[in-house]
């Protein structure tokens, strides 16, 4: 009896992980997370699971960020009655985080109707809404790490460390398909760093018949910076940001990022190394998250010293939305962390409309920016963005720390892939765009870490046959596009926005009213000619 695999999300994308398993006595999820990134990739949020959730019996969740875990109460909404398997530290942060996405997506459609009103579209319904994320969350349970549980009939599983962030875990899984030894299969989801100093090292198992590798820097080797010399870098953006009434804004991950970033900031400002200034956690998921990061400090590396450091009055956290714009009476110099990490939303776009047009802002990334997302636009140097429909003009400074990224890079991939021992089935590379799959797939075959024809490079809806000991067949399937892979790139979205950047600048800099007004022509006469 085979094992079959269907590739639900994260295929050539970084977002969207999701992972449908079919033993033929049960069929259960690895992840269910929410596509994030250009737009057209974003509507798969909207549209039908690639399967009937009624009949998935049960989640087993690697980590709570939403690109993993934020089509989970979709997918109760939709008939799933099953259980969800994850980590203490995952179950709380869950707790906390599906019903703040449930309500930004009710917050962000009922802007987004009152726009269609005006303009005569039809109103859209949220993916979810706060009840449906709170109507899930019952159906979690808590697993320890290195203990098996019984997940379904003839299916069992345990969680290993995988050091990328609080509760984050590989899953090992054995599905029993005869009376022979089962097939075992490993779930890498997210893997962290060898250098952090949040979290203790990765823990897998070796033996293994089939490998899901995540990839998101597949194509980069990262030097391994130490504590000291990351916080030596902050340190200086933050001195050189530090202007009468200007401003520092991070965009930032609610979720670990932004209290690692705290704990730094802090503890440089308790040092005497930069000024004392307010620093405000704007985001009320990174507060809440705050609070589960405390009561798991525990589990982290350096807890103490991070538990002190969360609890500084130097922090300034503003819950409301009116906290929120009270941030822009503040005078002199001082700090905004505010979500999303790829500002592409939440709180740091209001900020960005506010800032992003004067020389004395700095913004500082400090994680993977997706294509097609607001924050990737700003690391590429384009002097003007689209925020709402406005065009700003970017005038700020854009710098990047790149040391505080929770994923291992290429190398740091290679290395674990090897020392789990030889793979007798195949290796699939998930979680990585296009370039990043490619180079470690390079990079496994010629270390000779795996064979050319056991890597896998999946699209989008592609299933898979796994057997014991032997590479997998691919199945016949139906996608829910066309070309896979152009849900993963830069859109028409994108691209209409480029188009009316670009159109406002050849106006605005043409020689004379004459000259726009021939522009204009032209333009007009090609639209008539479509």
Request: with cysteine; net charge neutral.
């Amino acid at each position: 009896m085979n094992v079959s695999v269907k590739i639900c999300g994260a295929a050539r994308t970084v977002t969207g992980y999701c992972l449908l398993f079919d033993t033929g006595r049960a069929r259960f999820l690895v992840d269910c997370g929410m596509f994030q990134g250009p737009k057209t990739l974003k509507s798969l949020n909207w549209e039908e699971f690639p399967f009937n959730p009624r009949e998935i019996d049960a989640v087993l969740l690697t980590h709570a960020h939403i690109d993993h875990s934020g089509l989970i109460p979709k997918l109760r909404a939709s008939g799933f009655r099953g259980v969800i398997h994850a980590t203490a530290p995952t179950v709380d942060l869950c707790t906390v985080m599906l019903p703040d996405s449930g309500h930004v997506q009710e917050m962000e459609v009922t802007q987004l109707n009152r726009r269609n009103r005006h303009r005569g579209r039809a109103p859209v319904r949220p993916i979810y809404t706060v009840a449906d994320a709170a109507a899930v969350i019952p159906a979690f349970r808590a697993t320890p790490l290195g203990r098996w549980v019984e997940a379904l009939p003839g299916v069992r599983a345990r969680w290993w460390n995988a050091g990328h962030m609080l509760g984050s875990a590989s899953i090992e899984i054995e599905c029993q398909t005869g009376k022979d030894a089962p097939m075992r299969v490993l779930v890498s989801g997210d893997l962290g760093p060898d250098c952090s100093v949040f979290h203790h090292e990765s823990e897998a198992p070796g033996g293994l018949d089939h490998v899901f590798l995540e990839c998101t820097y597949g194509d980069e080797d990262k030097p391994c910076v130490d504590h000291v010399a990351r916080r030596a870098k902050l340190a200086a953006i933050v001195q050189a940001a530090a202007k009468p009434d200007s401003v520092l804004l991070i965009p930032a991950f609610a979720v670990e990022r932004t209290q690692e970033i705290c704990w730094d900031l802090v503890s440089l400002m308790q040092d005497g190394i930069i000024p004392e200034v307010p620093i405000f956690m704007d985001s009320p998921l990174a507060i809440r998250t705050t609070e589960v990061f405390l009561e798991h400090a525990a589990d982290l590396e350096n807890g103490a010293s991070i538990s002190r450091a969360l609890r500084s009055p130097l922090i300034r956290p503003t819950e409301s939305g009116e906290a929120s714009r009270r941030i822009a009476e503040v005078e002199g110099f001082h700090i905004i962390i505010a979500g999303s990490g790829m500002c592409d939303a939440g709180r740091i776009r209001h900020h960005l409309k506010r800032w992003l047009w004067s020389a004395s802002t700095t913004v500082m990334l400090t994680g993977y920016q997706a294509e097609g997302t607001l924050g990737r636009l700003l690391q590429e140097g384009k002097r003007e963005v689209r925020i709402q429909g406005e065009t700003i003009r970017v005038e700020a400074q854009i710098t990047e720390i790149r040391d505080f990224s929770g994923h291992a890079d290429a190398s740091e991939l290679a290395r674990w892939l090897a020392a789990r021992g030889r793979i007798s089935g195949s290796v699939f590379l998930m979680h990585g765009e296009a370039p990043a799959m490619e180079a470690l797939a390079k990079r496994l075959t010629e270390r000779g870490i795996a064979m050319a024809d056991q890597v896998i490079m999946p699209v989008l809806d592609e299933r898979w046959a796994l057997q014991k000991g032997a590479r997998p067949k691919r199945l016949e399937s139906k996608g829910r596009r066309a070309d896979p892979g152009q849900s993963m790139r830069p859109d028409w979205h994108n691209q209409r926005a480029a188009l009316m950047l670009a159109i406002e600048g050849a106006t605005e800099n043409a020689r004379n009213d004459a000259a726009r007004e021939a522009l204009i022509s032209k333009l007009r006469a090609v639209l008539d000619e479509g």
